[in-house]
């Protein structure tokens, strides 16, 4: 196995406060940590946790981490790690002035699950693209409407700066630095010793339409919702759903949106997408055979909603994210 020559600058600070997600913390120090085995070196990828005081803190699930000192004492770090937890929604002052004075000092400046908060709270993702965990998007553009809130993907890169969507997202965004330095062999090392795949690039969506939207309450709409998810091929416009729903189309329209979160086209649109995704994924089916059973119509339309949600045309997500046959 050969590998890209290790750049023993390659630190690593992650930094703990209470009420910290501990996932957010062992995942990426995992990832980095067997990163080390995978390449042979004991010296790269040296890492570091650290509290404001140095004291040790308590995680949302009651385990209690033990930093290796205070952030004060911590020296600059080439990778800066801010995970997440219940801990970013009223932070301390002094760990959001930390963040502020030293940020930018990182090479590479990275954030997991809601530790994109603190970063924007600290006003180092203003003018950039970023993400969180789904259920934090909303809550991230709306307090820092300067951050351009990607609430799809599990991890974006502008730059330096690269944020993950919830928990495990860390993982793969961790796995996504280490294939950066090393190349995708010590990546894939490091994801079979975890037992995890190594498949999910940042466009991967976060979770399913089915997770993303709200169930409706009322049953003639989840009815509706369920008809949608087993036909995206049929007609649905809000004419049709309305129709099926026993509502004209505005009263249906409003209603869905009010129980749904999303518009019923916004809710057809990602039906779509999640059905072609999957046949493209996991079937041989040509790119025009998937088109129209997706309710697609022509090849060309699906690439255009391809390349605006996911970034890649339908043929390359393919290459990407097909799952080999089984031998």
């Known amino acids: 196995m050969t590998h890209r020559p290790v750049d023993r600058t390659r630190s690593v600070l992650v930094v703990l406060f209470d009420d910290v997600q501990s996932l957010d913390v062992t995942g990426p120090v995992e990832v980095f940590t067997g990163a080390r085995r995978a390449v042979g070196d004991p010296a790269d990828y040296p890492l570091r946790t ?53 940020g930018p000092r990182a090479e590479r ?25 789904w259920a934090a998007c909303e809550l991230l553009a709306r307090a820092h409407p300067e951050v351009r809130v990607e609430p799809d993907p599990i991890f974006v890169r502008d730059g330096r700066i690269a944020t993950s969507a919830g928990v495990t997202a860390g993982i793969d965004l961790a796995l996504a630095l280490v294939e950066e330095d090393h190349g995708r062999e010590a990546a894939l090392t490091v994801a079979r010793h975890l037992v995890v795949f190594l498949r999910r690039p940042g466009n991967q969506a976060q979770f399913s339409v089915q997770l993303a939207a709200q169930t ?56 779509r997408l999640e059905h072609a995704r999957r046949l493209l994924e996991e079937t041989a089916d040509g790119v025009e055979e998937i088109s129209r059973a997706c309710g697609y ?16 045309p339908p043929v390359e997500y393919r290459r990407r994210f097909r799952v080999p046959a089984a031998s």
């Open 297 to 312: 119509g022509t090849p060309e339309a699906m690439r255009r909603a391809f390349v605006k949600v996911l970034g890649a």
């Open 109 to 133: 400046l990275v954030s997991v699950c809601t530790g994109a908060l603190l970063l924007a709270r600290a006003g180092l993702l203003d003018g950039h693209r970023a993400t969180t965990h």
């Open 216 to 271: 409706a309450h009322r049953e003639p709409l989840r009815e509706v919702q369920r008809w949608v998810a087993e036909h995206p091929g049929a007609d649905l416009s809000v004419a049709a759903l309305a129709a099926r729903a026993a509502l004209s189309p505005r009263h249906f329209a409003r209603a869905f949106r009010a129980e749904t979160g999303v518009t019923p086209g916004r809710y057809a649109e990602r039906v």
């Open 50 to 102: 650290a509290s404001l005081d140095g004291r040790p803190v308590r995680t949302t699930s009651g385990l209690v981490l033990v930093p290796d000192g205070s952030l004060a004492d911590a020296p600059p770090a080439h990778t800066l790690v801010v995970p997440g937890g219940e801990g970013t929604r009223d932070p301390d002052p002094a760990l959001v002035a930390w963040l502020r004075r030293n």
